[in-house]
């Protein structure tokens, strides 16, 4: 796959993904990073951007809780708005891997019909 369309893929569902991280526990910014980096191989420059946009838009809110090995680390947390956002955005995911997965797994084509090549 292109290294552009690559990318794009997953900068389109990392709202997503960062959503469903949080319905699981409230984490804070470098462990949801990290977590994205294992899974997806999504640097922490992209995370942390979206972190405050998801505050600001109202999907998320933010704690502090002290550390006995650091300093107080910023937790995140879903609000209301960010439950009805990743339910809303399951389902529009689900409906479009299944749009995607019929064109793929489609064997009546007029290519695979005929033996054609695009």
Known sequence: MPEAIEIQLKKGVLALCV???LERGDSYAYEIASRMAEAVD???????PLMRRMQSDG???T???ESASGPSR???RL???GRASLASQKTEWDAF???VN??????DTPQAETGETA
């Open 102 to 107: 019929g064109i793929l797994e489609r064997e």
């Open 79 to 81: 609000t209301d708005a």
């Open 74 to 76: 910023k937790y995140y």
């Open 97 to 99: 891997v299944r749009a």
């Open 59 to 61: 999907l998320v809110e």
């Open 19 to 21: 959503l469903a991280l």
């Open 63 to 65: 704690y502090m809780v």
């Open 42 to 48: 999504m640097g922490e420059g992209t995370v942390y």
